[in-house]
């Protein structure tokens, strides 16, 4: 079985500034790793994916995240944020090649960033 | 093109109310999955679909919930004798294939059952 883990429940940052997203996943078995973002009384909106290859995947909207796998993390960054970016981001993980039958994903409980000008 | 729409997007429910949400996932793809997101937290997997058949349900959380896609597109997701803890968010995504691909997510359905 899988898990998620994000260390930080609420991440207050000022405009312009960097910002680091912590997601730690546990599993016995190979995974796929997605960063999902959450606009208020929005669905989820996926920001980037890392399923093979280079271990920097970029994304939409300036976002970057690293999978590390000794230390089973799968952290997300943006050098410089804004205000737009205020919102619930999600960090999942879906065991790779799950016997061709789904791939349900498991979703941490969420980081709220918050973007104070 | 046309994303993932569900419907009604807000629902209040008496307890004991039986109630059904509707996911109209992207034409064309194989897979439908519905999760449920509790207040604070993140989604959990409920069910899920390629083309008709219902090949997992391990994460309905009782009897009351039943889902279907007798056509393989539109799907609903029933609850029966709703309760207050089923008050949550239902998030309906599909995927073009059958195999790990990007999930779409709909707005979601918001249910309060009082």
């Known amino acids: 079985a899988q898990s998620v883990t994000q260390l930080d429940s609420q991440v207050p940052v000022f405009e312009e500034a960097p910002v680091e997203l912590r997601c730690n996943y546990s599993s016995s078995v190979s995974v796929y790793l997605f960063w999902y973002v959450q606009y208020p009384n929005q669905g989820l909106q996926l920001l980037l994916k890392y399923l093979s290859g280079s271990t920097l995947v970029k994304g939409i909207n300036g976002f970057e995240a690293e999978f590390n796998k000794s230390q089973t993390s799968f952290h997300l960054r943006k050098p410089s944020v804004h205000i737009s970016d205020t919102a619930e981001y999600f960090c999942?993980?879906?065991?790779?090649?799950?016997?061709?039958?789904?791939?349900?994903?498991?979703f941490g409980k969420g980081t709220k960033l918050s973007v104070k000008p | 093109g046309a994303g993932v729409s569900q419907s009604p997007r807000y629902k209040v429910a008496k307890r004991g109310q039986d109630v059904a949400l509707r996911c109209d996932p992207i034409s064309g793809h194989v897979s439908l999955f519905w999760y449920q997101q509790a207040l604070g937290q993140g989604p959990e997997f409920l069910t899920y679909?390629?083309?008709?058949?219902?090949?997992?349900k391990s994460g309905l959380p009782s009897d009351r919930f039943f889902a279907e896609r007798p056509e393989g597109s539109v799907s609903t997701l029933k609850i029966q004798r709703t309760q207050q803890e089923d008050s949550a968010v239902y998030l309906c995504?599909?995927?073009?294939?059958?195999?790990?691909?990007?999930?779409?997510f709909g707005p979601g359905t918001r249910l309060l059952v009082l």
């Open positions: 999942a993980v879906t065991a790779e090649n799950y016997g061709g039958s789904q791939g349900n994903l498991i």
């Open positions: 679909f390629q083309n008709e058949a219902q090949l997992d």
């Open positions: 995504a599909s995927s073009p294939g059958a195999y790990q691909e990007t999930q779409y």
